[in-house]
């Protein structure tokens, strides 16, 4: 976490900032768009369920101002204020029949489709009007301060021939879904896609938002977390019968809400959480070879197999994910979670698929991030960066996807001395890598 002093610089920069942004915008987008005009991003598919509608639909538009680079609490306090006007007009003109032809009985439970490029001309005209409305006076919940975070996250496709993982750093959650209580919230995600990457990309757009929906998100977060999962694999279940998809994604979440610190997940990517440099385990990622879920597995009539790894049914290798819709029940949707309090004495979290943890063990991670602190003198922002590298160098080829979230400034974790039990990796350092990145591959240093 950033200084008070750095968050206070920081705000009236951002303040500073949404004025000039506004104009510009406007003056980019003079007027609503017209049937005619160009849409200025790429519509999620030709159909949404009613149900879709407000996630994708922030999904758009937090791309479309963070690629403007709009101030991250006035892009999201800015959607929220669009979508809730769109979604108080009526929708019926943009409602489509289902084709139902192979539909199973159950199925038929009317799932209203609408048309997602005309909702998306439609939502980016509220969102012009409410700019309108804003240039002359910005609200003051779009100003509001928040907690600084320092986010770094490294994603490559690596030797695979696509990239399936997605991730989320979402340090405006309140913003993003209108929460105005005392409680600070901040959400980070990632998922790792097999047999294609639809099911983590629906996973990196609506777990978050089906868990700002649970009426327990203020009381019991975790649980929130939990229903999210579940529910996101339902509706993504009925994607997939509607459009022929076979892809799944394993996921690992993280919400920090206040002083509290829950983490759900499901399959085998995790989250580990360094404290004063020792590791924190914080969860028992979902595999076959479990024991409980061999026999959850073989309770429902299916097998654990040993192949290449352990195997469910002979194909995947998770016993748990969203998606998956040909090896459901046997593949449960199913998350657990966990709650833990924050002191103040934690370091950061960490959070990466297995393309990451397959081949670096927990007790090495304090060890190669302090390793890369001393060297960038307690700078953290390309630490990812580095992590992946070690992964890459030591025989990974998966896509590998990390992502850190320091707890408190990485200059403290250098003054206490703090280096855990891990063996730090001096050799590795930001100097070995490449130069490039393919368009599959992301680097990014959060600071918000």
Not at 20 to 25: K, M, V
Not at 157 to 185: A, I, Y
Not at 283 to 302: S, V
Not at 329 to 337: I, K, L, M, R, T
Request: hydrophobic fraction near 40%; charge should be negative; charged fraction near 25%.
């Amino acid at each position: 976490m950033a200084s008070g002093a750095l968050q206070t610089s920081s705000q009236m920069a951002c303040d500073s900032e949404i004025p000039g942004f506004l104009d510009t915008l406007l003056q980019d987008f003079p007027a609503p768009l017209s049937l005619e005009s160009p849409l200025p991003w790429k519509v999620p598919g030709t159909v949404l369920s009613q149900e879709e509608v407000e996630a994708e639909l922030a999904e758009l538009a937090m791309g479309f101002l963070g690629s403007r680079n709009a101030p991250l609490p006035f892009a999201a306090a800015v959607t929220h204020k669009a979508i809730s006007q769109l979604l108080q007009t009526d929708l019926s003109e943009f409602k489509k029949l289902p084709e139902q032809e192979e539909e199973e009985e159950e199925e038929k439970a009317f799932v209203t489709l609408l048309d997602a490029k005309g909702l998306a001309r439609s939502f980016f005209n509220c969102l012009w009007e409410v700019c309108s409305q804003w240039q002359k006076q910005v609200p003051l919940p779009a100003q509001a301060p928040q907690r600084q975070w320092l986010v770094s996250i490294h994603a490559i496709r690596n030797t695979r021939r696509k990239m399936e993982d997605r991730h989320v750093s979402l340090p405006t959650f309140n913003h993003l879904f209108g929460l105005s209580d005392s409680v600070d919230r901040a959400y980070f995600a990632v998922f790792d896609g097999h047999g294609g990457v639809d099911a983590a990309r629906y996973a990196s757009v609506h777990v978050h938002a089906n868990a700002s929906h649970q009426p327990e998100l203020l009381t019991d977060p975790a649980a929130a977390l939990k229903e999210a999962f579940r529910r996101t694999d339902e509706m993504f279940l009925w994607k997939a019968k509607r459009e022929r998809l076979q892809s799944g994604t394993t996921g690992v979440c993280a919400l920090i809400t206040g002083a509290t610190l829950h983490v759900a997940w499901l399959g085998d990517s995790q989250v580990i959480l360094v404290q004063q440099g020792q590791v924190v385990k914080l969860m028992e990622p979902h595999k076959p070879e479990r024991q409980d879920e061999k026999e959850r597995i073989e309770a429902l009539g299916g097998f654990v197999s040993l192949m290449d790894c352990w195997r469910v049914n002979g194909t995947l290798a998770v016993s748990r994910a969203i998606g998956d819709v040909f090896q459901k029940p046997y593949v449960s949707g199913e998350a657990d979670a966990a709650s833990r309090e924050l002191t103040g004495s934690e370091d950061y979290l960490l959070l990466a698929c297995d393309g990451f943890f397959d081949v670096v063990p927990h007790q090495e991670v304090s060890g190669l991030v302090y390793s890369h602190l001393i060297r960038q003198k307690g700078i953290g922002l390309r630490v990812a960066e580095e992590l992946v590298a070690v992964a890459r160098d030591r025989g990974s080829h998966d896509n590998i996807t990390v992502m850190v979230v320091f707890l408190r400034d990485p200059r403290e974790l250098l003054e206490g001395g703090i280096q855990g039990t891990g063996r730090a990796q001096a050799d590795v350092g930001s100097q070995d890598l490449p130069t490039g990145l393919s368009e599959l591959e992301t680097n990014t240093s959060l600071r918000s």
